[in-house]
């Protein structure tokens, strides 16, 4: 499965096994996120940040060559955030004067690490000047022309997809995976509620609280364990007892032979 747009990051710490460790707690978490560049050697993350654009840095501030604030006034402007990630606590003042998105103490706990990123999508998301989804919901109220397409916020600005492409959407906390055609599948920083407003104009069909479903998708309906659907990537979802009147209604309205 491909989740879209992951997030960006570049690792710089003097010590090898903090960079690799930090790497492989990333990979273990829920949201998705790319390592560009892991390294020990300050001077070499220099040039690298200078030519590449990342989303996060998490960096490291006591290093021999040069500290982690020696870096960044080195740098002068940049348009990523920065996570500090020390053994020690007496730099924080000194780290928020550089904006510090966060400053984690080694040995980086797992949930820290997940606020830290949780806040950078919060922060990137109210960086975006419009509400995107009440933005759609309007443009698809009054044109007839736009009803074909939503909007879905990624870390870089907005991707427009069909929506007859669109199989499936599920929550996850304050999160929702958009499951679509060909395998792709994109991770969004809105509530499950969020995307039933947009997209229950276009026929889509709630059928349990963690679950919306294009009906234009729906593979096959099983009364037996309750009730639930299969949709056309296989999914196997439940219904609930308080939706399934609404599903029945919607599979008795397809024409049967």
Not at 23 to 45: C, H, M, R, W, Y
Not at 82 to 107: C, E, G, R
Request: glycine share 2%; aromatic share 8%.
């Amino acid at each position: 499965m491909k989740m879209y747009q992951p997030i960006k990051v570049v690792l710089v710490d003097d010590e090898k096994h903090c960079t690799e460790s930090l790497s492989i707690q990333l990979e273990q978490l829920d949201i998705p996120t790319i390592v560009l560049g892991k390294f020990n050697d300050p001077l070499t993350a220099m040039a690298f940040l200078k030519e590449n654009s990342c989303d996060m840095l998490f960096l490291d501030i006591e290093m021999p060559a040069m500290s982690g604030f020696d870096l960044l006034n080195r740098l002068n402007r940049f348009s990523f955030d920065v996570v500090f990630t020390t053994a020690y606590d007496q730099y924080a003042i000194k780290a928020f004067q550089f904006s510090a998105l966060s400053y984690l103490l080694k040995p980086i706990d797992e949930i820290e690490l997940t606020d830290c990123i949780n806040r950078w999508l919060e922060k990137k998301q109210k960086t975006l000047q419009t509400d995107q989804f009440s933005f759609m919901l309007d443009m698809l109220k009054n044109s007839a022309k736009l009803q074909t397409k939503v909007a879905l916020p990624t870390t870089d600005g907005l991707e427009f997809i069909e929506i007859t492409k669109i199989i499936r959407c599920q929550a996850e906390s304050n999160y929702t995976h958009i499951y679509l055609q060909d395998n792709i599948s994109f991770l969004i920083c809105r509530t499950l509620k969020d995307v039933d407003s947009i997209l229950r104009p276009n026929g889509f069909l709630r059928i349990h609280q963690s679950h919306l479903v294009n009906p234009q998708h729906l593979k096959r309906y099983v009364r037996s364990d309750g009730g639930y659907v299969v949709m056309s990537d296989d999914a196997q979802l439940s219904i609930s007892k308080a939706n399934k009147q609404q599903v029945l209604e919607v599979v008795n309205a397809i024409e049967r032979l």
